[in-house]
């Protein structure tokens, strides 16, 4: 398994769960001297950022970019594609879709999580699971044509109503036959809604694609009450290879959340 930490650059989310939130020559930098193998990028859009710049800067430091979120989208930009409005779903998968030939053209995935949205109100569970099931189909085809899959993240309960629980995330990609999508496994979002954090990655097998190794707290692994040992069990149990990424809170400083992260991960190696 490969370690992952993640880069914000998008101000809307300075109080969110990411580590490093300085200018990219030098959260990559410091992603390198904590000892990481990429870094997972939190950008305010595709035109933030030039695929160059980025491959100078993943050269240069020895990294490479396990993948990038879309989250801003929302965040920053009001977008879901659940919104009732069909302008608006449409903009964000257009959003999500420029976001994808971004992350494509340097090799990594994008993740879907916030941009998911919600049902309520004039839109209903049935119409909005529709909707999302369309969007992923577009977005899996889109990302197949560079080699790469799509991550889908199924967010706690607080932060969505339409999938919660990783197993449910498996069932719905298998339902709706959506081809070339992945899980997101994010142990702080299961620490909510599973029982039982190892069983359920067991369960979901081949469909985890991308781990946010967080601890319950959404601190960095070792500062919560996260008994991460069985998790990286059933991890190399699945056969899992990819990231373990750090989205986290940068607390008590961004270092040390890097530091104790990779601690933790090298305790199982």
């Given at each position: 398994m490969k370690t992952a930490v993640t880069v914000c650059q998008v101000p809307e989310a300075a109080l969110g769960p990411f580590v490093f939130h300085a200018p990219l020559a030098e959260s990559f930098a410091r992603a390198n001297e904590a000892g990481f193998d990429g870094v997972e990028l939190f950008l305010p859009g595709p035109g933030h950022v030039s695929v160059k710049e980025i491959q100078s800067l993943a050269q240069a430091h020895g990294l490479s970019i396990a993948a990038v979120g879309t989250g801003a989208g929302m965040v920053k930009h009001g977008l879901s594609l659940t919104d009732p409005s069909l302008e608006k779903r449409s903009a964000a998968l257009e959003f999500i879709q420029r976001m994808i030939a971004f992350g494509g053209q340097i090799g990594a995935p994008t993740i879907l999580g916030s941009m998911q949205g919600r049902w309520g109100g004039a839109v209903s569970r049935?119409?909005?699971?529709?909707?999302?099931?369309?969007?992923?189909?577009?977005?899996?085809?889109?990302?197949?044509?560079?080699?790469?899959?799509?991550?889908?993240?199924?967010?706690?309960?607080?932060?969505?109503?339409?999938?919660?629980?990783?197993?449910?995330?498996?069932?719905?990609?298998?339902?709706?036959?959506?081809?070339?999508?992945?899980?997101?496994?994010?142990?702080?979002?299961?620490?909510?809604?599973?029982?039982?954090?190892?069983?359920?990655?067991?369960?979901?097998?081949?469909?985890?694609?991308?781990?946010?190794?967080?601890?319950?707290?959404?601190?960095?692994?070792?500062?919560?009450?996260?008994?991460?040992?069985?998790?990286?069990?059933?991890?190399?149990?699945?056969?899992?290879?990819?990231?373990?990424?750090?989205?986290?809170?940068?607390?008590?400083?961004?270092?040390?959340?890097?530091?104790?992260t990779i601690r933790s991960i090298r305790s199982f190696s």
């Open positions: 049935d119409q909005a699971l529709d909707w999302l099931a369309d969007a992923l189909r577009t977005a899996g085809k889109v990302a197949s044509d560079y080699g790469v899959p799509f991550i889908y993240e199924p967010l706690n309960r607080y932060e969505t109503n339409l999938i919660n629980r990783l197993g449910d995330g498996a069932d719905y990609i298998e339902a709706r036959a959506l081809g070339n999508i992945v899980l997101l496994a994010d142990l702080f979002h299961m620490n909510i809604e599973e029982s039982d954090l190892a069983a359920e990655i067991l369960a979901a097998g081949k469909h985890v694609g991308h781990i946010h190794y967080a601890d319950s707290n959404r601190r960095a692994m070792g500062f919560g009450h996260t008994n991460s040992a069985p998790v990286i069990s059933a991890l190399k149990q699945t056969g899992y290879t990819g990231y373990l990424s750090a989205e986290i809170l940068p607390l008590p400083d961004p270092i040390s959340a890097a530091t104790q």
